[in-house]
């Protein structure tokens, strides 16, 4: 027991470190230049390395006091930055997931109806090109301009609404919809309310299934943490303009982690469902073997307790 907490306080302090305070010690490191060189003089080494020498000489030598308050005050400077990041990381990630503002209401309406309308017209254009396929495959007359392609056609249009969302877009964000595309699947299949069937589910998972679904989650829970760091070096760019240009690379690559992750969230419940979900309705009732429509939709009513 003593061996099994000794491993786990090294765990959590080698996360604590990763995810606090190396990230804080570089932010502090960046600030620091801004408020030394500002927008007047951003580029001049020469003034930091002097100021750099002028600090040293005045906490250096034989005065360890000053030396200690001045590390102690590093590490708390990196530490409070850290918390603000992830404190950031919270409307970054509703800003991703599409639970915009209600002064953004418009534009995400707009951007919503945009995805939306491409999600129809390709959706349209693989069910047009798979009737078409079928009917050639039964011996029907298919169109001409149809004929030749029919399989290449409705795969390059499934591709084509499949990047864009899973399900029919509902979001004006693509992250937003991959997260919810899970719940929309599962209750077109199953007829079960992923969310009021998850907490239950969870509970029969077995380790090595939940395993990958907490790692995956706490990926994208470091992506949006970036994306908070992505706001304070931006922030930076008020006392010196290249803090812009840091705060937008750092944004750039938050956003792309964001996706990444959330693709391979989404995929992992999703799976874990299709696998365990005779498990979940067998839990309740053998007669819910096999899987049936009807079956998770009454699991769902008693999940739900009337409400």
Do not use: C
């Not at 990763?18 to 003089?41: E, I, M, Q, Y």
């Not at 503002?101 to 017209?121: G, Q, V, Y």
């Not at 990926?219 to 240009?245: H, I, M, Q, S």
């Not at 989404?266 to 469902?273: G, R, W």
């Amino acid at each position: 027991m003593t061996g099994f907490l000794t491993e786990l306080g090294k765990r959590m302090a080698e996360r604590w470190v990763a995810l606090l305070v190396l990230p804080g010690l570089v932010f502090t490191a960046v600030a620091t230049v801004a408020v030394v060189l500002g927008h007047d003089r951003w580029a001049d080494t020469g003034l930091l390395l002097k100021w750099s020498t002028d600090l040293g000489g005045t906490v250096g030598g034989n005065r360890p006091v000053p030396t200690a308050f001045l590390l102690i005050g590093v590490l708390a400077a990196s530490v409070a930055s850290a918390f603000v990041a992830r404190a950031l990381a919270t409307p970054y990630e509703a800003l991703l997931l599409g639970r915009w503002p209600f002064f953004l209401s418009r534009p995400a309406e707009a951007l919503t109806r945009r995805r939306k309308e491409a999600w129809r017209r390709h959706d349209r254009r693989h069910v047009a090109a798979e009737a078409t396929g079928e009917a050639g495959a039964v011996g029907e007359e298919a169109p001409d301009d149809e004929a030749p392609g029919d399989d290449q056609v409705s795969a390059e249009a499934a591709e084509a609404r499949n990047r864009i969302a899973l399900v029919e877009p509902s979001l004006p964000t693509w992250t937003g919809d991959r997260m919810r595309a899970p719940a929309a699947r599962v209750r077109g299949q199953y007829l079960l309310d992923l969310g009021v069937a998850w907490p239950r589910l969870w509970l029969l998972l077995p380790e090595t299934t939940r395993e990958p679904l907490t790692e995956a989650r706490q990926r994208f829970d470091d992506a949006t943490t970036l994306g908070g760091w992505a706001v304070l070096y931006t922030a930076l760019g008020a006392l010196w303009w290249p803090g812009v240009v840091v705060g937008a690379a750092v944004a750039l690559v938050a956003w792309r982690r964001v996706r990444a992750a959330a693709d391979t969230y989404a995929e992992l419940v999703e799976a874990a469902v299709d696998v365990h979900v005779d498990d979940l309705l067998a839990h309740f009732d053998d007669e819910f073997r096999p899987v049936r429509p009807h079956a998770g939709a009454r699991v769902t009513e008693r999940f739900r307790k009337g409400m």
